[in-house]
Structures are given as C-alpha cells and as structure tokens.
T-cell receptor, first 113, second 115 residues
C-alpha cells in the first residue's frame, strides 16, 4: 500500500552538531507536513510544504520538498538539547475514496550536552 | 484560547471491555480526526469527522467507531478490547475537512492500557 517512510529511525548527536531526517513517499503528495513530538508529549505541527522544490526555514530548521513531491527533508543546524524528540513527516494519501494523513515512523533525535 | 482537549488522560481496561474516549476541538474547528499511536511508531489514522459526518476511515476493525456532536466534539468507542489496543489515542482538530491549507492540531492524547 501507499506508505511514507523515514530514515534514520534513530539519531544521536553531540550538542552543536547538525541533524537531518529524510522522508520518502511511494506516491506523489499534494503536501508534506512535519511534526515534533517531545518525549511523553503529543505531535506538534512544525510546517507544511506544498510546492515542488519548496524550501522553508524556521530559525535553525530547514525543510525541503523534493521536485517530484515524493520526498522531503528536515535539517537542524547546530542542535541544542531542546531539539530532543521524535520528528515525523506526514502526507495526505487518498485511499478508498477518502483522504487520510499518513505518518512516517519518525526519527528519534537525542542530543548529548 | 484552549487547545484540543481529551479525556481521560489515562485509562486501564481489561480484555473484552469497552472504552469511550472524548475530544473537544479548538473553538471554531469543525473537523476532528482520531489516531492511534503505538509506542515507537507514528500516529495511525482511524477516523475523520467533519460537520458530524464521517469523511475518512483508516484500516481498523469494526470494533472501532466514532461520532461527532453538534458542538463538534467527538467520541471514539472501542469494543471488545484486545491487548493490542493498548496505545496513545490522539485527537486532532482542524478548521476544514482537509486540503492543502488545513493544519491539524493534536490534543495531549489518552493513554489506554489493556490488561
């Protein structure tokens, strides 16, 4: 079936190092959304990308949407301990006549101070 | 303004029992979606309701049902609980029924444990 895949599953970095997580869809997406979930918390919306090749920045976070609208990435520059959490990408996929938001399995980021 | 609220926060049930989870969306939001998140996985879509009608259903058995009330709050019911139903159940609200500009805002979730 249609899937959204994320790699890596885990990433451990030293504070100050960069971090990147990659998201791939088996089908073209109308948009890609990114969420952050802190340990014990709930997913919090970060950003939505809509256009082919779109790049958006939020302070140290850079989000990209691929030209084919099937892949995306989130890059964090100079990680801080506050960046700890699991980062999910999600894309709307139509199945059985209805649209649902399909999440990747997430990349769990830990930061060593 | 209050965000999405869910109740209860935690729940312990035994196999075979039934459970009802509740969600109140952000004021002005007309759509509620339910997700199941098993430990170590991403949220999995269960249902979406918009204007009190079911707009989408994920790959969950008929033991799972939901409804939306005139005030746009929602309930998720799970019958004949199985051990595998243990998970964090998340509710997300959005203004519309989906589409490219429709951001979903998640509630804190209900942690269900089935013994």
């Amino acid at each position: 079936g249609q899937q959204v895949m994320q790699i890596p599953q885990y990433q451990h970095v030293q504070e100050g190092e960069d971090f990147t997580t990659y998201c791939n869809s088996s089908t073209t997406l109308s948009n890609i959304q990114w969420y952050k979930q802190r340990p014990g918390g709930h997913p919090v919306f970060l950003i939505q990308l809509v256009k082919s090749g779109e790049v958006k920045k939020q302070k140290r976070l850079t989000f990209q949407f691929g030209e084919a609208k099937k892949n995306s990435s989130l890059h964090i520059t100079a990680t801080q301990t506050t960046d700890v959490g699991t980062y999910f990408c999600a894309g709307p996929i139509t199945q059985g006549g209805s649209e649902k938001l399909v999440f990747g399995k997430g990349t769990k980021l830990t930061v060593n101070p | 303004d209050a965000g999405v609220t869910q109740s209860p926060t935690h729940l312990i049930k035994t196999r075979g029992q039934q459970v009802t989870l509740r969600c109140s969306p952000i004021s002005g939001h007309k759509s509620v979606s339910w997700y199941q998140q098993v430990l170590g996985q991403g949220p999995q879509f269960i249902f979406q309701y918009y204007e009190k009608e079911e707009r989408g259903r994920g790959n969950f058995p008929d033991r799972f049902s939901a409804r939306q009330f005139p005030n746009y709050s929602s309930e998720l019911n799970v019958n004949a609980l199985l051990l595998g139903d243990s998970a964090l159940y998340l509710c997300a609200s959005s203004f519309g029924a989906g589409g490219q500009e429709d951001t979903q805002y998640f509630g804190p979730g209900t942690r269900l444990t089935v013994l």
